[in-house]
């Protein structure tokens, strides 16, 4: 099993595609880690190859019972780069992923190709931080498949539960995988997380991606919050929304075919243009 140290830890990844290709970091969700990418994978693997691994506390890499932060994740990115000799690489992270690739932009511009945040923001509001502290109770209180059930009717469209059944086991079996140590952290840093200065600092392209019927990581918040909206207006230069319509927080998982495209398009343009 392909290991790397990086931040300390030993980080388990994989490299697959062509490498000729460019490289894109995939930094996962909370409570799916890699696996969020299951499904777009093996469109993104015809244009690009893929760097995606286990962040510490998830999976086969290292688990340390410590606390864990939005931006640590970033710079564990980043140290994956330099454990593996890439000096740049294209970034797509998606739920807490996206939040990670906040920082990593913002931090890291020379290692940043350009980067797809999908469905984050830099900042809760207080609906936000009360779901999150919600799913943390629920962990610490509930059975973590009940937990599963609670976070796939929050994350996934009504149509999309009654057309596609098998989604509570198949979510039940991902979010099984974590430790409640995990769980907790996770949650707890989105909770705490306030990313609004390292926002604004970006200096590379990035596309925000966001569901317009998403509850979780809306692309509009209430007043405390910084969305992913208000990155946008504060560096028209740089960043951009793109809007799917009429689904919730998981458009990798409702329409993967779409999600491709669009992230594989706009990196394509990004790397054309040389930016």
């Known amino acids: 099993m392909p290991f ?5 830890y030993r980080l388990y990844y994989e490299i697959t595609g062509d490498t000729s290709t460019p ?11 890699r696996q969020n990418f299951a499904l777009v994978n093996d469109a993104f693997r015809e244009r690009f190859h893929l760097i995606s691994f286990d962040a510490r506390g998830y999976g086969r890499s290292e688990a340390p019972l410590e606390p864990y932060s939005i931006e640590q994740r970033a710079d564990d990115g980043a140290a994956l780069l330099d454990a593996l000799g890439y000096e740049r690489a294209l970034v797509h992270g998606t739920s807490m992923g996206g939040m990670v690739a906040i920082p990593f932009t913002a931090k890291y511009p020379e290692r940043t190709i350009a980067t797809c945040a999908d469905c984050s923001f830099a900042r809760c509001d207080v609906h936000r931080r009360t779901l999150f502290r919600s799913w943390r109770n629920m962990a610490e209180s509930m059975p973590l498949d009940e937990v599963s059930d609670a976070i796939t009717i929050q994350a996934v469209s009504a149509g999309f539960i009654e057309a596609h059944p098998d989604i509570f086991a198949n979510v039940r079996a991902i979010v099984g995988k974590n430790s409640l140590h995990t769980i907790r952290q996770a949650c707890l840093a989105m909770e705490e997380m306030d990313l609004e ?3 604004r600092q970006i200096r590379r392209p ?16 209430a007043p405390s919050g910084f969305s992913a909206a208000q990155i946008v207006e504060a560096l ?3 960043a ?14 409702e329409k993967p075919e779409l999600a491709a495209r669009v ?13």
């Open 236 to 238: 028209p230069t740089w």
């Open 263 to 275: 992230v594989s398009e706009f990196f394509l343009d990004v790397v054309a243009s040389g930016r």
């Open 197 to 199: 200065a390292a926002a």
């Open 4 to 8: 790397a140290d990086a931040g300390g």
């Open 206 to 221: 990035i596309l925000f991606t966001n569901g317009t019927n998403d509850i979780m990581t809306p692309p509009r918040l």
């Open 23 to 33: 490289p894109i970091l995939q930094f996962g969700g909370s409570l799916f880690g």
């Open 240 to 253: 951009r929304l793109y809007e799917f319509p009429d689904i919730g927080h998981a458009p990798l998982l």
